[in-house]
């Protein structure tokens, strides 16, 4: 039977080492600051297939260094720990491939929150700082619909960030047309002007000389 208080407990333990472990905090606090930032200021609209690409990329990192340490610490014998590196590695290749060939998945598979969770509380794991057991898998997996969640609720109640941008953006697009437009008008009309001074002046210049032509054939 599963003991609710053992899941929190190992929850808070692999979630408090990933702020405080000094080996695995230059793994967790990029992916944590990469995470925040993504789904709070760039993906809060939409998941554009750069975004995917990009957060592709930096899931591959942190695998691969996954796969380094296992590699040092002569560990790849540990198939729990290989068979999540090797399933994160390949995912976020797949990732970068659909990214590129720009196939729905990739949006569906790229969002910054589902992988930054899972390799944050997996990094712990990984790195030995805490011991892989069922029970400490197990937390992983039952926190992350309420961490999800959790992140969904802030990000709603959030302000827009970009909102004033977006609106400096747009009329500074609608200046520029209104610019452009005037720049046509005055050219239009300047061309014009010039059109009707060298059409008067050569059609004067022209009357004359055929005038003059006429009066001495007379």
């Known amino acids: 039977?599963?003991?609710i208080t053992s899941i929190f407990q190992a929850f808070s333990t692999i979630f408090i080492s990933t702020l405080t472990n000094i080996e695995i905090i230059w793994v967790t606090y990029p992916v944590?600051?990469?995470?925040?930032?993504m789904e709070f200021l760039v993906e809060r609209k939409e998941l554009r297939y750069s975004h995917s690409l990009a957060n592709s990329i930096i899931f591959s990192w942190v695998s691969i260094d996954w796969l380094r340490h296992l590699y040092l610490d002569n560990e790849l014998n540990d198939y729990n720990k290989l068979i999540i590196t090797l399933f994160f590695l390949f995912l976020s290749l797949f990732i970068l491939i659909a990214s590129i060939k720009r196939k729905k998945i990739a949006k569906i598979l790229g969002k910054t929150g589902f992988f930054s969770y899972f390799q944050i509380m997996f990094t712990p794991?990984?790195?030995?700082?805490?011991?892989?057991?069922?029970?400490?898998?197990l937390s992983i997996i039952i926190f992350f619909p309420l961490i999800y969640i959790t992140v969904y609720v802030i990000d709603k109640l959030l302000p827009e960030f970009v909102e004033e941008e977006e609106k400096f953006e747009e009329e500074n697009e609608e200046n520029?047309?209104?610019?452009i437009d005037n720049f046509a008008e005055n050219n239009l009309q300047y061309n014009q002007q010039n059109y009707s001074n060298y059409y008067n002046y050569y059609g004067y210049?022209?009357?004359?000389y055929y005038g003059n032509?006429?009066?001495y054939r007379r």
């Open 213 to 215: 032509y006429y009066r």
């Open 205 to 208: 210049n022209y009357g004359n």
């Open 1 to 3: 039977m599963i003991d």
């Open 176 to 179: 520029n047309e209104e610019n």
């Open 125 to 137: 794991l990984i790195y030995g700082i805490i011991e892989f057991n069922y029970i400490d898998f």
């Open 32 to 37: 944590y600051i990469t995470w925040f930032a």
